[in-house]
């Protein structure tokens, strides 16, 4: 399964867009993104995936570039729930999820 | 909306026992995992399981781990003599179907003293 690369770490004030970015360039062409987040030791959340359209649901929007090289979650008006770990994975099939270190989304008042 | 339940919520065993940590997942999945979370740390998976018999089990998975469905709505882990080192949340997911996203329960926290 590819790998991913996330910062490890941003910050959005509450009520505007939180942009979370990821890269995972060695992506091969059947393994899809899933975006999930974890609150606290809560079980992991699924968010939202996709394999080449941008997606979007109740929660949030994926942006996935032409080459697949990288995504962009969005979560178009963050709130002080939102904070949380955020993690982008790339799997194929049944397969297992390879959660990396993530990004830890700090959404100030 | 259908959640993966799991049981209890936190266990506290002696280390040497047997603990079973419990899940139900989602009634119609049909793909089975395991995964476990050491304080601050990565969530690193521990097993698949599909048509009744393990599809993959990582390093951390030896001869110490099982799981069994045992019927047709829950699913085990069975770790058999318990080491200090595998305290930890333990999480439970499940999955329709492939390409499909995996959903988490909220976890177990078994604690070894």
Redesign the interface.
């Known amino acids: 399964d590819a790998k991913t690369t996330q910062p490890p770490s941003m910050d959005c004030a509450e009520g505007r867009a939180a942009n979370l970015p990821c890269n995972h360039s060695t992506i091969s062409g059947n393994e899809y993104v899933y975006w999930y987040r974890q609150i606290h030791s809560q079980g992991p959340q699924y968010i939202i995936h996709g394999l080449k359209n941008n997606e979007t649901n109740e929660m949030a929007s994926l942006i996935i570039t032409e080459d697949r090289k990288s995504s962009t979650l969005i979560l178009p008006h963050a709130t002080l729930r939102d904070t949380a770990v955020y993690y982008c994975i790339v799997r194929r099939d049944f397969n297992k999820f390879y959660f990396g270190s993530g990004t830890k989304l700090n959404v100030k008042p | 909306e259908p959640e ?1 339940t799991q049981t209890p919520s936190h266990q506290v065993t002696q280390m040497g026992q047997e603990v079973i940590l419990r899940c139900v997942p989602i009634s119609n999945h049909l ?1 089975f ?1 395991w ?1 476990r ?1 050491i ?1 601050g740390q ?4 521990l097993v ?1 399981f ?1 048509n009744n018999e393990i ?2 089990k ?1 390093e951390i998975f030896d001869d110490q781990f099982s799981v069994e469905r045992p019927d047709g709505s829950n699913f085990t882990l069975k770790i058999r003599s318990t080491k200090l080192e595998d305290s930890a ?1 333990y ?1 439970c ?1 499940s ?1 329709k179907m ?2 499909q ?7 177990t ?1 078994l604690s070894i003293l």
Do not use: I, N, T
């Open positions: 993966v793909y995992y995964y979370q304080l990565k969530v690193e998976f698949s599909y599809s993959e990582s949340m999480f997911a999955m492939v390409d996203p995996q959903h988490f329960g909220d976890g926290r």
